[in-house]
């Protein structure tokens, strides 16, 4: 009399089957693990910081690169500033002065690479 049992060839396909699912669980924790690991806040406030710059608001321009500095020109107050800083990036305007910090925390060597993609 036979019995309905699985035979070996089903059993290893289970248990390949098996394994397959639980190791793409374990990656799918592991990559969302360094996924949320990752802070983005820095390139987030990169790309607030040049679209205020951008803005209609300012619709400042880029005329130029003086001494570690960029040169930009407002269309909407007709007048030049001066973008520059160490850790701080402030704006100054070349005629009248004054000074407005716009983004913090900046390293020396993230501020040059700044300058090195203009």
Known sequence: MKKKAFTLVEATCALIISSLV???ISLVTT???QVSK???EPT???????RELESANHRFELIGIR???L???SQITDQKYDLKGNHTLYLTCQNE???MP????IKDHEYNLILNEY
């Open 22 to 24: 639980i190791i793409s």
């Open 31 to 33: 990559s969302m693990k």
């Open 38 to 40: 990752m802070n983005l």
């Open 44 to 50: 987030i406030t990169w790309h607030l910081f040049l």
């Open 67 to 69: 001494d570690n500095h």
């Open 71 to 73: 040169l930009l020109y």
């Open 97 to 99: 002065g004054g000074y």
């Open 102 to 105: 716009l983004l913090d925390n």
